[in-house]
Nanobody, 126 residues
Framework: QVQLVESGGGLVQAGGSLRLSCAASERTFSNFVIGWFRQAPGKEREFVAAFRWVGGSTTTDYADSVKGRFTISGDKAKNTAYLQMNSLKPEDTAVYYC?????????????????WGQGTQVTVSR
C-alpha cells in the first residue's frame, strides 16, 4: 500500500502563507496523479488542486477559489508533493487532504484517488 502523510498545517493570519507537504512511501511517486482536497466543518470535501508529472514538465489544475493563490508542486527525489498557499483567507480554513492514484490523468473527483493521507488542519485567522 501507498501511505501518504500530510504536514505543514497550522495557524496563520489572513494574508499569510503556508506550505503543506505530502510525503509518500512510494519510490515511483513521480508516476502518480496527486490531488489536494479540503473539508471545512459542516461542509463537503472539495477539490483544491491536482498535479501530475508528464516527462520533464507538469500538468496542474486548480479550483477557481484558489487560482492565483495556491500552487501545487512536487519533488521527485523526495517523493513529496506540496501545496503552497499564499494570500490565505479565513475561508481557506479546513482540514487539507493529500490524495494520489497511479491511474488515469488529473481528476477533480474524490473517487479517482486510491490513496489518502490523514489530513492536516489549516486555520486562518482574521
Amino acid at each position: 500500500q501507498v501511505q501518504l502523510v500530510e504536514s505543514g498545517g497550522g495557524l496563520v493570519q489572513a494574508g499569510g502563507s503556508l506550505r503543506l507537504s505530502c510525503a509518500a512511501s512510494e519510490r515511483t511517486f513521480s508516476n502518480f496523479v496527486i490531488g489536494w482536497f479540503r473539508q471545512a466543518p459542516g461542509k463537503e470535501r472539495e477539490f483544491v488542486a491536482a498535479f501530475r508529472w508528464v516527462g520533464g514538465s507538469t500538468t496542474t489544475d486548480y479550483a477557481d477559489s484558489v487560482k492565483g493563490r495556491f500552487t501545487i508542486s512536487g519533488d521527485k527525489a523526495k517523493n513529496t508533493a506540496y501545496l503552497q498557499m499564499n494570500s490565505l483567507k479565513p475561508e481557506d480554513t479546513a482540514v487539507y487532504y493529500c490524495a494520489a492514484t497511479p491511474y488515469g490523468g488529473i481528476s477533480r473527483r474524490q473517487l479517482s484517488y486510491d490513496y489518502w493521507g490523514q489530513g492536516t488542519q489549516v486555520t486562518v485567522s482574521r
